[in-house]
């Protein structure tokens, strides 16, 4: 609207208010960067503080990491599987094994056994150390038929040992299941040989027993010897039995002297008798020893000597037997009792002892002849048993060599240890770099975010970009680094105030009445006075108002604002050194308080002093703490609300509502001492 110019009632229109919808919606970026505005200077300088603090702090932090590595391979049971075998099926299950393995190696199974060796090896390192932590820190990886295991520690002793502790737990845990697998056969057959390496162990100390210092063959000859002179000692008897005989029976009284000649003859014949049954008992011995030499009956060379052997027995037996027959013709003929009867109880008597003698020589050697059967039939009976004992202890080891080849073969392939883990010397990862870098950029990151929370938790104005969501309501006209009192800013403001649109008609005659207000505490009367001598510059009659009647001096003396409440009649003075320029003070009238004002009593007293003006300017004070301010911005044309940098903004978006609707055509904003880095200062000066 034209505030210094009366407009013909019927001249002037209505013109167009936003609405709440017509409200731009606020962008957070732009309202980021509106809040960082004129701070990025203290975000550099706390980034240049704490960045090197933080760095400190990350490097003393980081940590220089020693990298461990082992190789296990896994070697197939079958040749040339992994080469040209012809045979999918058989690599698919090769290579699905090897998956298998390197999932068995980073079981928990495993991972807790190699954490039991870890905690007795380093009961320093490794306190509180759990299977889960160890597998986290071992990077287990597959490649064709080798399993990689990687890990990293702050001691490279302690990196290699931890691989170490990985490796034996497996292949001890593999050994064990494989033994498992095979313990109940294994077992059974391990007591078997047990049981019967006990019973040939019990044989053989038999077998020292019942033949002492001679062997089968030994026992066999002498029992062959023994038989030989049983036979030798039998004939004998007889003999002897018939001779008592024929001289018991021999009722004759013939003389029992026999010749010399028969008796020489028939010595004769009882010694070779004696000799050939001596040499028939030795070749039989021969015989059976040449049986119990040969294995193999059917041998060529054994059947003719057993028939030699065979023969001269034949041929000793029939001597033998002829010698036998000459005896006892002897004995029926008499030749040999053809004694005398005095001297017959003497030969009676010499045969009857010879013949006891005989008789217990025989008895004697059939005794040695049974025990030496005896023995022979127990020895040949336990080297019987010990041949089975052996053949059987045999066929179990055989099977136990059976049983541990398919325990070895049991699986499609076997693991190694193909590298064993190496102790690192240099470092393969050192934290403390990137902890500094790290710690530099969140030192820089939190001086960013501190200033940032500063910002965004301001209460002041600072930039009157803060008043862009409310311009259509409060439009800021000016925003300015001059102050308050500064002629060119309010020549400024002056022109604007007069460009400003109408929104609601003024009667032709009667001043604009422009009040100058703040949402926050604080004075006007320096910003009014400033603004009215503005338009006096321009030849116009003004009329400026102290209506802050709070902050009176209580020693003036002239009627003014208070006065003109009370209905006391006054009149403006003219201010020196400025024409067309008059002014009405505070007033003096000390018993009119703020709070006691009225709406009546704001209109009457404008209605009394501004008829004779061009334009009046009312220094209204501040809509926080006078009552009567909003009085007088509803008796206004246009109200001015005056904003410093330092004001509170949650005041002036509270008194928004009361400076829209108040004045007659609205408020406008102005911001005075703006800081050097508000964007507006290039477009609203």
Do not use: C
Request: no cysteine.
């Amino acid at each position: 609207m034209n505030v210094a110019a009366s407009i013909p009632a019927e001249d002037s229109q209505d013109t167009y208010v936003p609405g709440p919808q017509d409200t731009p919606q606020p962008n957070p970026i732009a309202a980021l960067t509106r809040a960082m505005r004129g701070r990025w200077r203290t975000a550099v300088v706390g980034a240049i503080l704490l960045a090197p603090a933080f760095a400190a702090v990350g490097y003393f932090s980081g940590v220089q990491l020693y990298e461990s590595q082992a190789i296990l391979r896994v070697y197939p049971q079958e040749s040339n599987i992994l080469y040209a075998t012809g045979e999918d099926s058989v690599l698919k299950t090769f290579d699905s094994f090897v998956k298998a393995e390197t999932t068995y190696v980073a079981s928990h199974q495993v991972m807790e056994r190699a954490v039991e060796q870890i905690l007795v090896q380093r009961p320093d390192l490794a306190d509180g150390i759990k299977a889960k932590d160890l597998a986290g820190s071992i990077e287990i990886k597959r490649s064709d038929s080798l399993i990689v295991l990687k890990t990293k520690s702050k001691e490279a002793a302690f990196a290699s040992q931890k691989l170490a502790a990985l490796i034996e737990s497996y292949l001890a845990l593999k050994t064990e299941a494989e033994e498992a697998r095979t313990s109940v056969r294994l077992s059974e057959l391990r007591s078997r040989e047990t049981q019967l390496a006990a019973r040939l162990s019990k044989l053989r100390s038999d077998q020292l027993e019942v033949g002492g210092e001679f062997g089968l063959n030994a026992l066999a000859k002498a029992h062959i010897e023994k038989i030989a002179q049983i036979d030798a000692l039998a004939g004998r008897k007889s003999e002897v039995a018939a001779t008592l005989a024929t001289l018991e029976t021999n009722s004759a009284p013939a003389s029992a002297d026999t010749s010399n000649q028969e008796i020489m003859r028939a010595t004769l014949l009882d010694r070779a008798m004696a000799d050939l049954s001596f040499e028939r008992a030795k070749l039989m011995s021969e015989l059976a020893g040449l049986r119990a030499g040969y294995e193999n009956h059917s041998n060529m060379r054994f059947k003719q000597k057993e028939f030699a052997k065979v023969e001269e027995i034949a041929v000793i037996e029939k001597a033998m037997s002829d010698r036998r027959d000459q005896i006892r013709v002897l004995g029926q003929t008499g030749a040999l009792t053809d004694v005398t009867a005095g001297g017959d109880d003497t030969t009676t008597a010499e045969i009857q002892a010879l013949y006891i003698k005989v008789k217990s020589q025989l008895d004697f050697a059939r005794k040695e002849a049974r025990d030496l059967n005896r023995r022979r039939i127990e020895l040949d009976h336990i080297e019987n048993e010990i041949g089975e004992a052996e053949g059987l202890l045999e066929e179990t080891r055989r099977a136990l060599e059976v049983i541990r080849l398919e325990f070895g073969r049991a699986l499609p392939g076997y693991a190694v240890v193909m590298s064993p883990p190496s102790t690192p010397v240099d470092p393969a990862e050192d934290t403390r770099k990137m902890m500094v870098a790290g710690g530099g950029m969140a030192g820089a990151l939190l001086a960013l975010l501190m200033t940032l929370a500063m910002a965004l938790r301001e209460r002041r104005v600072r930039f009157a970009e803060t008043l862009v969501p409310f311009e259509h309501r409060l439009p800021v006209r000016q925003v300015s680094a001059a102050d308050e009192t500064d002629p060119h800013a309010s020549d400024l403001l002056r022109n604007e105030l007069q460009l400003q649109n109408l929104r609601k008609p003024r009667l032709v005659g009667k001043p604009p009445v422009i009040a100058i207000t703040r949402a926050n505490a604080g004075d006007t009367t320096e910003f009014a006075h400033a603004l009215a001598q503005s338009f006096a510059r321009a030849r116009m009659k003004t009329l400026f108002i102290e209506a802050d009647i709070e902050g009176q001096d209580a020693e003036m003396a002239d009627a003014g604002w208070s006065d003109l409440l009370s209905g006391t009649a006054v009149k403006p003075r003219d201010v020196d050194g400025a024409d067309h320029l008059f002014e009405i003070g505070a007033g003096n009238d000390h018993t009119l308080k703020d709070r006691a004002v009225s709406a009546p009593m704001v209109r009457a007293a404008l209605e009394r002093v501004s008829g004779d003006f061009d334009v009046v300017v009312v220094s209204a004070g501040s809509l926080q703490d006078r009552l009567s301010a909003q009085f007088i911005l509803s008796n206004s044309e246009v109200a001015v609300l005056a904003i410093k940098p330092s004001d509170e903004r949650v005041s002036i978006i509270s008194q928004i509502d009361r400076l829209d609707s108040l004045p007659r055509n609205g408020s406008v904003a102005v911001l005075r001492n703006a800081l050097a880095r508000d964007p507006w200062l290039a477009v609203r000066t």
